[in-house]
């Protein structure tokens, strides 16, 4: 099951998710040119990545939890 919220929640907060938006357009604009981001960007979006990921495997099993409450 995958469960993907665009809305802010506590897992993944507003801030997160318009930072992950502005270096995911720069990304994708790199990658249009042939280039990569700058290390410092590509490691923050890397992280950001690896948050919304953990927030989504959180999402879901709070709400299978509560399926099964």
Not at 35 to 60: C, I, Y
């Amino acid at each position: 099951m995958i469960i993907q919220s665009f809305v802010p929640d506590w897992f993944f907060n507003a801030e997160q998710q318009k930072r992950l938006s502005e270096l995911m357009n720069l990304w994708r604009t790199a990658r249009d040119r042939g280039q990569t981001l700058p290390a410092e960007q590509q490691t923050e979006l890397d992280k950001l990545v690896e948050a919304e990921l953990k927030a989504a495997t959180a999402r879901t099993a709070a709400l299978v939890q509560q399926i099964n409450s």
